[in-house]
C-alpha cells in the first residue's frame, strides 16, 4: 500500500502528498490513524478534511488511502443502537475507553460477533436481483429483512437456515459469490429505489397543532426553525415518541450532551404507542453533540439518512428527526472556511442551498427495488441566530420542504407550547391529508379546521380592538369568539410534553375541536336570542 | 518524541501576535513553543498553522520588542496541558497558570491536556439533582442541578457579581457527604471587581480554585483561563469525586478575545465580526459540564455573560443560549426598583429543572407552584401593558388583581435583599402570595 506524508496542516484540514486518491475516498491520518475524507485534488497534493481532533498531529506523519468513500455498515443490529457521525458504536467506546472519547479509534457500527436466527423467505435456485429480499432475522421484536446488496444479482445455488454471525455467508450464488447478510453503503450517495411517489398519507405525530393545522405527510419533509428556549427540541422528542412510523433514527447534530442523556434514559422506559414495544427498540440514535469534532458533524446527517434509507429498503416507514439542521450549516461554513472557498450570504458556502435540497430530496414515498413500499419522511429544526428567519439556512429550506412550522419565542414565553405560530406556520400537505382525515377520522375533519383557522384569524383583528377599548368594549359576538379563541389555544392547540396529555391520536383531537365547537354554536345561538354573553358562556360552561 | 530541544531563529515575519518560523522540522499543530527575545523574555505560544516547513505560531503575551534574527523559537513536541494535584485546592493563579498568590508552584500529581475530550453521550448521567441557591427566584421558577450549565445574562451596571457571590455563599447541595469545590475563573476582570470576588472566595468555607486574568492582561489568556479551570474541575470532578461549581465571568470579555485573536490570525469574520466557528468553540467549554454515569462528581457551570447594549440577540448571549441549558435574565427595571436579585422571570428558563424538582428531591407540589406563579405573573404583566393604554381605572376587578399580584410578587418573591431562603421557604413565600390575592393554585 501507498503511503504519503502530512504536508501541511490547518485546523481540520491536512494536506498530503499522497497519489492516486480519488474525491471523497476515506483516508487514515497520522500515527493515532484519524479518519479523513479527500475534499480536493490538486496535481501534486491532496486536501483532506479529518473527523477528529487534530491537536497534536505533526508534519511528516503518515496518511494512507482505504480506495472507499466514506460509507455506514448496515444489517441487523442498528436498532436501538447509539453511533457518532462516523457511526461508531458508542455504548461500545465508552466500555473501551471511559468517559471521554479519545481521537483515533476505528469501530464497526455493527457488531459482527453476535448471532442472528436466519429464516429464508427464497429456494435455493432463484433468481435474485438488486433490493430482493432473501429471508428475515429477529431484531429484537422487530422484524428485520435482508435483501441483496444493490449491486448484486444471479441465481442462488444455496441459501442457510439458522444462527448465523454477520461474518458468516447465508448462501452462495451460482459462481461461489457469497450471500452477507450485510453491506456497505456510501453515506453521500442516495440508496437506489425503483419508482418514486409523491407525498401521501398523513404521518400522525400526536401532536394537535400539527396533524390537525399543519399535517405532515409520509415521505415529506418539515421543518421547524425557532430560537432558543421555544422547545425545538422537546417538539422534536414528542414526536419521535409518538409518531406512527416504524423506524425513528433521530440525529443530535451539535447540540447538548445532557439532554442526549435524558432522552436515552427516557427512550429506554417508554413504550411505543402504536404497538406497545419499548421506543428503543424502534429508534436509531446518532449523536453527535456541539464539542464533538465538526466534520463528524457534518457527516452525521449524512450517516443517519443513509440507515433511514436501508430500512425504507424493507418496506416500512421511517421518520428521520434531526435536531439542528443550523449546526450542519454551521459545520459546513467551518469547513468551508478552513479551504479558503468563497464566502456567501453569511459566511455560508454558496453550495450551501443546493447541498441541504439534494439531502432533502432524499425524502420520499418509494417502490423499493425488491418491490415493496417505503418512506422516508423527515422533521428537522432550524435555530436561527437571533431567532431571524431571514437568515440564509431557514430561507434555503423554505425551498424544498413541504411544512414550515414556526416556534414563537412569545409564545413560549407565555409557556404556549409546542411554541407553533398558526399565523405563520403552513403545511402543504394540509389539503390533501384533510381528505384522508375525512374519510378516517371524521367527516368534519375539514370544516372545523376551516373554522379553526377562521376563529385564531379573528381573534388576531379583535385583539387589536379589545387592547384600545377593554374586553367589555366589544360586541357579544365577537367577546364570545375571542374566548373560544382562548379555549383552542390553551385547550386544544397547547400541549404538555410532560403529562398524560403528550400525545392525542386524531379521534381525540378531532373530539376536542367538535367539542369546543359545539359550545361555541349553543351559546352563539342563545347571544341571537337576546341572552347576555356572561349568561350564554356561564352556564354552558357549567354544563 | 523529540530527544533534543528543537530551537530556531528562522523567524521570517513578525505580525501582530503572529511569528512565522520557517525550516522547521515536525512541528505539531497546537503544539507549545517558547519564545525567548533578544532581552531574554521568555513567552509561552502555540504552533496554529504548518505548511511544509512553515510554521504559523501565536505568541500569548506582548510581542513588542520581539526582532527577527535574535529572537529564538523552541518547540516542546507536546500541546498544551495543565498540571494537576489536589494542592491546586485554595490557591490563585493567573491566565498562564502561575501562581499570583506568592507561594511557591505545587507539585503537579499528572499534567493533562487543556482542550479535554468530548464526554461520551452514552457515558453521560442525567443532572437531576437539586443545588439550593438560596435565591427564591432560582429554587422556585428556575431551578440549577448538579451538572447543569446556567448562565447569568446581565447588562452593564446590574449586579451579577453580587447575585454570582450570593450564590456561591449560600449553595448547599442536597446529598450528604460530598466535597463542594469552587473554581472560578476572571477573564478581563477590573480591579474594583477581582477585589470584591476575592473577598468571597476567601470568606467560603468550601475550597475554591481561582484563575485570573485582569483586564490589563494578555488577552490570549483569557482564552486559556477557562480551559484551565474547566480542566482542573474535571480533575476534581471525576477523579477526585467532587462536586465542583464554575463560575466564569465574564464570557462577553472571552468571545471579545476570541474575535481580536481571530481577525489578527485574519480569518473571514462572522456575525457582528465574530468568527464563524464560535459556536463551536463556546461549546467545547460549555458541553464540559456535566456528570458521569457511575461515577461520584459533577461539573455545574455558572457563567457570566454581559449582553452588549442589552440586546438577547446579540450574538455571545445567542450562541450561549443555544448551548446551555436555560438563562437567568437580569433586568435592569427590577433593578431600579431595588429589587434584588433583579430577576427577570418571563425570558429565564431552566431547561433541566423538570427532572430536578418533585417529590424526593425538593418537595411534591414544587412543580404546581412554580407554575401557577409563572402563569399569574405572565398575566400580570400583559396587564401592565393594557394598564397603560386605558389606565388603572378602565380595567376590571379582576385584571387589577393581576396587576398587584405581579408587583408583589415581584416585591416579596424575587425580591429578597434579607438573605437566603431555603426551598421551603421559597415555596411557601409562593403560596401564600397566591393565598392573599385568593388565587386558584390548580
Redesign the interface.
Known sequence: MVIGRILGISGPTVSTDLKGLRLYERVSVGQSMLTGEVVRLEHDRAVVQVYEDTRGLAVGEPIKGTGLPLSVRLGPGLLAGMFDGLQRPLKQLKEEMGPFITPGREMYGLDYQKRWVFSPMIKSGAETGPGEILGSVEEGSFRHFLFCGPDSRGRVSQIREGAFSLEEPLGEYEGGREILGCHEWPVRSQRPYRKKFPPSGPLVTGQRSIDFLFPIARGGTAIFPGGFGTGKTVLEQSIAKFADVDVVVYVGCGERGNEMAEMIEEFEDLKDPWTGRRLMERTILVVNTSNMPVAAREASIYTAVTMAEYYRDMGYHVLLLADSLSRWAEALREISSSLEEMPGEEGYPTYLASRLSGFLERAGVVETLGGRIGSLTMVLSVSPPGGDFTEPVTQACLRTTGAFLMLDTALAQSRHFPAINWGQSYSLYACELGGHYREKVSPEWEILQKRCREILQKEEALREVSEIVGAEGLQDIDRLLMLIAEKIRTGFLSQNAYSEDAFSPPRDTCGLISRIFQFYDRALEKIKQGISFEEASQTEDQV | MRLSEHRYNTISTIAGPLLFVQKV???????VVTVTSPDGVMMDAEV??????TVMIEVFGETRGLDIGKTSVCFTDS?SKAPLSQELIGRIFNGSFRPVDSMPMFIPEKWT?I?????????????EEFIETGFSVIDGLNTLVK??KLPVFSSAGLPSKELVAGVLKNSRLSGKGNTFIVVFAALGLSFHEYSYYMRVLEDMKTGFVAFINSADEPVMERLLAPRFALTVAEYLA?EKGMDVLVVITDMTNYCDALREISTARQ?????RGYP??M??DL??L?????R??G?KGSVTMLPVVTMPEDDI???IP??T???T???IVLSGKLHRLNIFPPVDV??S?S??M??GIGKGSTREDHRKIS?NL??YY?RGRDMR??EA??GRD???EKDRKMLDFADSFEGEFVNQSAGRRTIAETLDTGVSLMKRFSLEIR
Do not use: C, W
Not at chain 2, 25 to 31: D, H, L, M, Q, V
Not at chain 2, 267 to 271: D, K
Open positions: 522540522f515536525s512541528a505539531r499543530i497546537g503544539e496554529l498553522e504548518i505548511e511544509g516547513d500541546v491536556p482542550t479535554g475530550s468530548p464526554m461520551n453521550p452514552a457515558a453521560r448521567a442525567r443532572p451538572g447543569q471525576f480569518e473571514l469574520p462572522g456575525r464563524g466557528y459556536y463551536s461549546a467545547s460549555y458541553e464540559r459540564a456535566g458521569v454515569r461515577m440577540t446579540h450574538p445567542d450562541l443560549g443555544y448551548i441549558e436555560g438563562q418571563l425570558p428558563l431547561r433541566l423538570q427532572k407554575n409563572y402563569k405572565a401593558r393594557l393604554i386605558v378602565g380595567m376590571t
